[in-house]
């Protein structure tokens, strides 16, 4: 009981901390989930936010099996919905001996709803939304402890919310661009298999900004292979522009990856005897409608060494190279693999704001794998893997620009 007590009093410093430190109220939303989740130790959990009429929910940020940015729910219907409506605490511990329990939109899939709890984000009357926490972990259900430390952060939350003075935007709607549903992938190793993806559930969107991250050994560059046409998953569906790539035929995988994708990578892979124009022009004769390299050069900030060969580049001009050469595809989709990891920080934030200038003229979709989290500041999503499957999912509704990240 008293390393309970003593959870309890350290998880509502750390949020008072946050509150002191920061005027951002969805940085103060996304620490409030994370403490829950760590405290608690639960297998789902989601802010959902109402909007301005009240009439429906959608998720903000979410941990889970599951991918559901794309999601709202009728307000008044479900926990989470009932919750909002009425502002009050819902906790189910055995929701098979509750008669209208609903479920929770992660079921399905292998996924069932156990135990719930939802905390109304309520300031006098009014009820921004809730925390909704499903499946606890190791143990029959949520107990009176739990709840208590739950409300407190429902509450701060919402305190935070209605002093700071902000009307939270609900994440806009846009068109699925890639489609992951329950993607596994194995290798062979000794008598029996690796399985490195375990299970992936996952929406990316037309001209988003996606970081990925996750320890190494986590999946992080299996799934950008297998979305890139390099590597082939072993089970599950892979859907691009509502055309199915699970198993594509050689000619298929060849068009795709000429016509939709550009790469970036840690290493440039420029031709070395190739000038800068000259790399790009080799790229832009592939495909048949290429954006005019002396455009791309510029969109990169790097117009006046068109005629420069790599080994004249520093690092951080070769790599904006890199990433002119994806463009100049006019491709949907660009991935970048660690493109900073080489770099210094200054170096860094040049490449990164090249990236970012990509996404914010809408000019494709831009899915990075990197082991640096700042670096999520500035996109529209972060996604997080642990252990081959999607750990969380962060909307970040008011991204950084790069020139504003340290490290």
């Keep these: 009981m008293l390393n309970k ?72 219907s479900g926990t989470e919905g009932q919750c909002v409506t009425n502002g009050e605490t819902i906790l189910l511990n055995d929701t098979d001996k509750t008669d209208d329990f609903e479920g929770s939109v992660f079921d399905g899939n292998g996924f069932k709803t156990n135990s719930v709890m939802c905390l109304p984000l309520k300031v006098h009357k009014k009820t921004y939304g809730c925390f909704q926490i499903i499946n606890k972990l ?34 806009e709607k846009k068109n699925v661009l890639i489609s992951l549903k329950g993607v596994t992938r194995e290798f062979p190793s000794g008598d029996g298999v690796v399985k490195i993806l375990k299970g992936i559930d996952l929406d990316i969107y037309e001209n988003e900004f996606v970081v990925i991250l996750g320890e190494s050994g986590c999946g992080k560059s299996t799934m950008l292979n297998i979305i890139g046409g390099m590597d082939q998953l072993t089970d599950g569906t892979l859907l691009i522009d509502d055309k199915d790539y699970s198993h594509p035929s050689e000619k298929e995988l060849t068009e795709y990856r000429r016509l939709k994708l550009g790469f970036i990578f840690q290493s440039y892979n420029l031709m070395p005897n190739l000038t800068a124009k000259e790399n790009l022009q080799f790229i832009a004769d592939l495909v048949p409608d290429p954006l005019p390299v002396d455009t791309a050069l510029e969109k990169v900030g790097m117009a006046h060494r068109a005629d420069n060969y790599p080994s004249q580049l520093s690092g951080g001009q070769q790599q904006r190279i890199a990433i002119a050469r994806a463009l100049v595809k006019q491709p949907k989709v660009i991935l970048a693999d660690e493109p900073t990891a080489a770099l210094d920080l200054q170096t860094s934030l040049e490449v990164l704001d090249a990236i970012e200038t990509i996404v914010r003229n809408k000019t494709a979709t831009v899915i990075m794998v990197t082991h640096n989290p700042e670096i999520g500041k500035i996109a529209d999503r972060v996604i997080k893997l642990r252990a081959g499957k999607v750990a969380s999912i962060k909307t970040n509704p008011n991204p950084l620009h790069a020139k504003d990240l340290t490290w």
């Design 5 to 76: 007590k003593s959870a309890i009093l350290n998880a509502t410093m750390e949020i008072m901390e946050e509150l002191l430190q920061t005027d951002d109220v969805y940085e103060v939303l996304s620490k409030c989930l994370d403490i829950i989740v760590d405290l608690v130790k639960c297998e789902a959990a989601v802010v959902w936010i109402a909007d301005g009429k009240q009439e429906r929910l959608y998720p903000l940020f979410h941990r889970g099996p599951a991918d559901i940015t794309g999601v709202s729910v009728q307000n008044g």
């Design 138 to 171: 190791d143990t029959d259900g949520f107990d009176e402890d739990e709840r208590v430390i739950c409300e407190r952060m429902a509450a701060l939350a919402a305190m935070s919310i209605d002093e700071m003075g902000v009307e939270l935007e609900i994440p």
